[in-house]
């Protein structure tokens, strides 16, 4: 086995160390720049409360790794996990709501959860006024974690196993040979090493800087207090030893931004409604040197203040004590609240595991400890995947403002569709300046705008327009006017804006050859042919869908699904180079911009632009050719998100506006419009077409997905074998609702007379049939006409299994 060091004896580097031992890799030094076993890292003093629910379902999957394994941990002697349950109130209807939607995700999760009364609330936590609160949603296996004996039960046994533990051994640079870790160095030497693992915590971002990784973390102050003793518990006592012990279960009151836990007779009071408190890690080094905490700051009482009346009308108990000790406890917040973890994209044998919560810890310990020995992760981790940034959002005044947007967000009602009002148009398309005037409302992604609908397709005289389908929560953030672009672009055309997706080009004499065996489709075919393929990990999940053009004997273009597929890409572009291979990949997003024109109209808009033949005969679908249109030189691609005929047209960036403007004027006359990210999620649902990300991960394989289609029988590519063995457990199936007024919104939890089975994926009021369509994993033998209950809050609706593909199963539409 490789020699590993893991910087960190945290919870999340005792949890690795742990996780590896127990596959036999033992090979492993843990160092940590504080003394052992409390290291002063977030850890030696997090108070650990664990609520395992989570809009995500891989986070809740970590999380409820982490309370079976920490239960299992616990001895008569060591308790590291204490089960007794969470408790979350609402004071406001819009949380009771969302407490229903929480039960959702719990449902579908697979974790206990039921939405009880206030007095029911009461019984369960009796310092509660029941008054104060509307109910609540109690999770009977949540509880509380001691993070330091957790760290200790699995130093030991990792100790036990071999693992070298090293206190008080600070790494002060990464040694590295070309592109390979070669070990860390120290005050006292250099330790060697095949893998080194940063679990620095909120340190993470130095670690990174010695790699030139960057670590879009920042370390934040939060508030924790205790009370003095509460005169009466209501007979909840727990006299067990250990920082666990509690009989209370622990609560969350998240409309003030504020949480419980019990010491003894005392109360824990953690707070997020205070300002964000950026540490700034020189003052930190400097303020703190050589002290045993040098993650617990100084408390700063006035921005407790009204934590403190809040408690005091929640638990009026508290109103015959106070708070006697206090601290600014410093952890790690992310631009989009999701860990850091992975391996480095430019030096191999370097891997990360940050900004975790001890309530994740022992889940994420699990999958990184399956990630490095075999090289698959066994779970879905795209959302926590260290590429999953461009570029762009690891600039350090991003990373600031969202990580402080998160931070302020953290107990927030979010809303799938609501976006952050903070670091906007860092990256704009050329048509940008069009969309404004247009009255576009833009969504964001890897830091694009990206228009969501068009206000000036608003055409409905005031009063007229109906409020569209759905309650107040499915129309936040949305127009009707979404169905209408959708609608006109089956009848006429649709303009749609597709800079943003993500594309590279992959050349070099060897470019085909270095990504046939990565796709699922061999692309070593005539130039101008466009392939639609997956590319598999080594189970055979589906790592990526992409889209694939031979543009030249010598280079391809690829449509991609983001920074991790860029960064894998060019990961593997380097190793190729390495054994010989003439390929380079290169990014090209921002240099170019690309126009969906889609419609049964779409030709009669281009045709007079251009003296290329763009009919269906001349171009067919999945071919591509170079074009001059309205006097700009084009890529014409004749592929379709929506499933109508038109063409993916690419141009170089300085071109785009002309382009979109030249367009626009030929498909006014023609009843076409500018349409936006609404309607395009509408018609690629009516169509069947998947999103990756959403609809599937690594974790499922194409059969699963629906997309067996997009592998060749007679290909060999990575995966494929493993693909082949894997037995189908699930099954993607579009569903879509009995009732018209239904609608969802993705991750509810679909259920047949057996109970829970599965969840949605992505959603969309569907205007050309006027109800929601929808994907739901769900049991392999699902049949077409089959029903599932799908729930949406404290609501259930039914549902009918049907054919994937809901408009123009034929193709003829897209074919033209
Ligand atoms: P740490 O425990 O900080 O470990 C990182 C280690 O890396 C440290 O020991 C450090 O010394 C070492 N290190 C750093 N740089 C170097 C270097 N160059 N060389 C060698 N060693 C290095 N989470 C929950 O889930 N539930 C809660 O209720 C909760 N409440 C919290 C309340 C407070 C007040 C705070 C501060 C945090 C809370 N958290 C909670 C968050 C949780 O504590 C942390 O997310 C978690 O402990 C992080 O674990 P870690 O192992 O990544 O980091």
Redo the contacts with the bound molecule.
Sequence with gaps: NPRVVI????????SLADELALRGWTDVTV????PLPA????????????FATNACETLSGFAQYTIDKLVSLSTPDRLCFNQVGGLEVAVTQARMDDLHRKAGWARAWGVAAEVVDAKRCAQLHPLIDASRILGGLHTPDDGL?D?QATCDSQRERAAAAGVVFRGN????GIETLGDRVTGVR?ATGTLPAEIVVS?????GV??GAMVGLAVPLVAMG???VTTGAVDDMGGFVDERPGKAAAALPILRHQDADL?YRQHGERIGI?YYGHRAMPVAMDDLYRDTAGQPM??MLPFTPDDFDPAWTESTRLLPALNRTHVTEG?N????FTPDGSPLLGAHPGLDGFWI?????????AGVGRTMAQWITTGTPDVDVSGCDITRFSVHEVERDHVDVLSARAFDEVYDISHPREQHTVARDRLISPMHAGHLARGAHFVTSHGWERPAWFDANDVVPTGDRDDGPGDDWFRRHWSPTVLDEATATRSAVGLYDMTSLMRVEVTGADAAAFLAPMLTRNPDRPVGTVLYALILDDTGGIRSDVTVARTATDRFQIGVNGPIDIAWLTAHARRARADGMSVSVHETTTETSCLGVWGPCAESVVAPLTSTAVDAASLPFYRCAPATVAGVEVLLMRVSYVGEFGWEIYADGADGAELADRITEAAQPLGGVWAGRGALDCLRIEKGFRSWGTDMSAVDSPDEAGLAFAVAKNHEFTGRTAMLERPVRRRLHTVIADDPATVLMGSEPVSTADGPVGHITSAAFSPTIGRTIAYAWGPADLRTGDRVDVDWFDTTASFTVSPTTTVDPENARIKG
């Design positions: 910087i960190g004896a945290g919870i999340v580097g005792t160092v940590d720049r504080g290291t002063g890292g977030s850890s030696s003093h997090a108070p650990g409360l664990v974690a993070a051994e600070q790494v002060l120290t679990c620095a915590g909120f340190w130095e670690v939060h508030q924790y949480y953690g040098p993650s601290f406890g410093i952890f790690s595991a940050e900004a975790v919560w001890v309530t994740q810890s």
